[in-house]
């Protein structure tokens, strides 16, 4: 059905054929020629990730976005093709590059954030946590199962009292009173992508007695009744094709074993969003690309005005022009920083750029697009109105639009604004 991406051949290119263009003739779906920026591997990968969302997720998102239905089978389906953490090497994942996994992720945002959301903290969060500070016992233990989509991940940083300010979390971990080796973690995380359905919890807490912020894998089935909740977030206006929730936990019991050796403090947290974040600005850029699909198709098949297509219209060609130029740009400010990013050059302040301009210019554009279908844009069928909802979150989290300024601000000046 789909080659994985462990089985991978250069010879399924047809989505690569479809964007690249060997004369000087401008191909509007590849107006920059990105695609000849990447390997034959990672058009192969883009062309794998491709089939899948769009013959299997596409089909799906309408039902799911409408009632906050996510189907968890979708995770198991994307280790099945090798989607999931798809740069780590070993562990039954696929050790790709970073363009790699951005292509990944700009399919999977194509049909929609919510899917590629729940990918993200799966892949990025939970499994790039464990892979870059887990002891070896733990990466076995977990990172196996979570190629496959078989364990589940969620990712508890934020707070009820602390979106912004991580730094001033009140989880606490405190040395269980009567068994040796233990925690007792209590605290509350909320808007956690996976976390009703999640089967391990990367939860961050300070320890009682050094204030230091550490890392602790939390096994739902190993969780005494009444010590951790899981509550769904319902009614969102925004990724309502993924599932949300909370992280409630009541003097929860967690081994020693399963707390992060070495990393402490804010960099653990901090390098898992930066992988997340790097993604984020891949995946908007394929959901903008969605969009001036859907637009073009409408602009050229309705009709206004004397029997004119809505395309004939100047302010609707600089709709679709302002959008592709932007959605171009950002392609290409993604390479540079994934190329970068593998040769370890790339400091976070690069990823904060382009998660911040192509969060922005997505949902820019996004709403300029959703113009042309007028009140049309209302109906969820023509897909618009839900990437749009769905941007205006992607702006929002893992570092809000405003917060990667000030991260930006700071390196520029020297400067410390936040406080």
Known sequence: MYRPLLQRSSKHLNLSRRYSSNSSVFNWLDPLASNKLFTQEELAIQETANAYCQERMLPRVLDAYRYENYDRKILEEMGEVGLLGATIKGYGCAGVSSIASGLIAREVERVDSGYRSGMSVQSSLVMGGIDKFGTEEQKDRYLPGMAKGKILGAFGLTEPNHGSDPGSMETVAKPHPSKKDYFLISGSKTWITNSPIADVMLVWAKLQSTGKIRGFLI???????GTLETPDIKNKNGL??????????DECPVPKENMFPSIEGLKGPFTCLNSA?????????????????????????RKQFKGNP???YQLVQKKLV??????AYG???ATQVGRLMDE?????????????????RALANARKLQEIFGGNSVSDEYGIGRHVANLFVTQTYEGQSDIHSLILGRAITGIQAFA
Request: charged letters at 25%; aromatic letters at 4%.
């Open 310 to 312: 809505l395309a004939k």
């Open 219 to 225: 096994d739902r089935a190993a969780c005494p009744p």
């Open 240 to 249: 309502r094709a993924s599932t949300t929730g909370m992280i409630q936990l």
């Open 331 to 333: 392609i290409l400010a």
């Open 277 to 301: 974040r790097y993604g984020i600005a891949w995946g908007t850029m394929g959901a903008l690309e969605d969009c001036i699909d859907r637009a073009r198709t409408y602009a050229l098949e």
């Open 344 to 360: 370890g050059r790339a400091p976070p302040e690069m990823i904060s750029m382009i998660k911040r301009q192509n969060c922005d």
């Open 322 to 327: 302002d959008a592709l130029t932007d959605a």
